[in-house]
């Protein structure tokens, strides 16, 4: 590996920062940092200064939000993936957008490697190791925290030893990741799902008690089934998902609970905040119900299970995520329309849906003056839908034969 480069997915966190002078060391690699904002709280300035600080020869840092709203989390939205119909995959969703840009960077530097600061615990290190083997197989994996047996207390040790800036000494009993599509925390007391997660837990949304009294209303626009509205005003859907973020967050919405089945096998316990993605998910469940029959809504859904499994087993990369997006994509060409959402005291609902596409026509549903339902159709319609039943109940009703008890031998 002498004289080779690998490229670190950064975070400027103490992992990553250790990881630096640590492949140097143990690998004898030159370390390229990569850093990618999708929408966590970062100053990528400084984060960019604190790699060359603590040994990378280049950093390099891109603002992706713009890119992971359109690419990653609106196909997610027209598939409404919901991971064991709870998780809106919002770390699951952000780390293939991260591998590709490490194999972007990899492929510019000639390097032969790409690295995570992913444990072997975790889920995340299989998302990264399968981004990479999806887009450039030929490239290494290394995972440094997969390799070093230190606690948390020799790398602050092992940083000062090697002048990586260490900023704290103290750890949060949480492990959090934030990008725009959600918050999850994890570890501390929260690994006993007995107790309730206390609220120093949340930061994007107010306890639900605490709500406003008065409900807030926001009415969502849709072309194909991608948001591009928010009352009346077209927006960025970055800007858009941040912007609900904010606001159903006051309200108390986007609170998620959840033991979770990892892909290495294991239970964990995860707590996420999500307001944008709930509010954004249930509007177009509701716009969907308004503009598309029965079947396909039904199967749809076997198709949103897979689509949501696929993505959470860190296969954004494989062939089948690219086949279903095109059934879902030719599913969404009639979800065109308007969605009013309310939030009130946690909760996000629909109370108000419109579209030119809508499938529910009064004339047809109403059972006041104008109604063109045909009622006296109903009759026979309910004889040729239940003469299977019919038929079955008649045949069952008739004596069977008797059976002998001795057959005959042969």
């Given at each position: ?24 060391e ?137 002048g990586v ?18 918050r999850?925390?994890?570890c ?14 949340y ?29 009346g ?49 249930g ?58 959402m ?29 109604d ?39």
């Amino acid at each position: 590996m002498a004289n080779s480069k690998v490229v670190l997915a950064y975070s400027g966190g103490l992992d990553t920062s250790v990881a630096i002078p640590w492949l140097r060391e143990s690998k004898g690699l030159d370390v390229v940092a990569v850093t990618v904002d999708v929408g966590q709280p970062v100053d990528l300035e400084r984060v960019r200064k604190k790699a060359i600080a603590s040994g990378a020869v280049a950093a390099y840092v891109a603002d992706a939000r713009r890119e992971f709203a359109e690419e990653f989390i609106a196909p997610a939205l027209r598939a409404n993936a919901l991971y064991e119909g709870i998780y809106p995959l919002g770390t699951a969703l952000a780390r293939p957008l991260i591998g590709r840009h490490l194999v972007e960077v990899a492929r510019r530097e000639d390097a032969a490697y790409v690295a995570h600061g992913c444990t072997g615990k975790g889920n995340d290190q299989v998302r990264f190791d399968l981004s990479t083997t999806g887009l450039a197989p030929e490239l290494g994996v290394i995972a440094p925290a997969r390799e070093w047996k230190m606690t948390r207390e020799d790398e602050i040790v092992y940083a000062r030893e090697h002048g990586v800036p260490v900023e704290a000494t103290s750890a949060s009993p949480y492990s959090t990741d934030e990008n725009l599509w959600g918050r999850s925390v994890e570890c501390g007391i929260l690994e006993d799902p007995a107790i309730e997660p206390p609220e120093e837990v949340y930061a994007w949304t107010r306890s639900p008690s605490a709500a406003p009294d008065q409900p807030a209303y926001v009415t969502v626009s849709f072309e194909r089934g991608t948001p591009v509205a928010l009352d009346g005003e077209r927006r960025p859907l970055h800007e858009m998902i941040a912007h609900l973020n904010r606001l159903a967050g006051d309200h108390g919405v986007g609170r998620i609970d959840h033991l979770e089945s990892r892909v290495v096998g294991i239970k964990s316990r995860e707590v996420y905040e999500c307001p944008a993605a709930l509010v954004l998910i249930g509007a177009h469940q509701a716009l969907e119900a308004l503009v598309l029959p029965r079947d396909l809504l039904e199967f749809k859904r076997t198709v949103e299970q897979r689509y949501a499994q696929l993505v959470y087993d860190g296969l954004w990369f494989a062939p089948l995520r690219g086949a279903l997006d095109a059934f879902v994509d030719s599913t969404q060409a009639r979800v065109t329309g308007e969605v009013a959402m309310k939030l009130f005291k946690g909760r996000a609902h629909p109370v108000g849906r419109r579209s030119e596409n809508a499938l529910y026509q009064p004339a047809l549903a109403t059972y006041s003056t104008g109604d063109r339902f045909r009622s006296e159709m109903a009759e026979g319609f309910i004889y040729v839908w239940g003469l299977p039943v019919r038929t079955w109940s008649a045949i069952g009703a008739a004596p069977t034969a008797s059976v002998a008890t001795n057959p005959p031998r042969a």
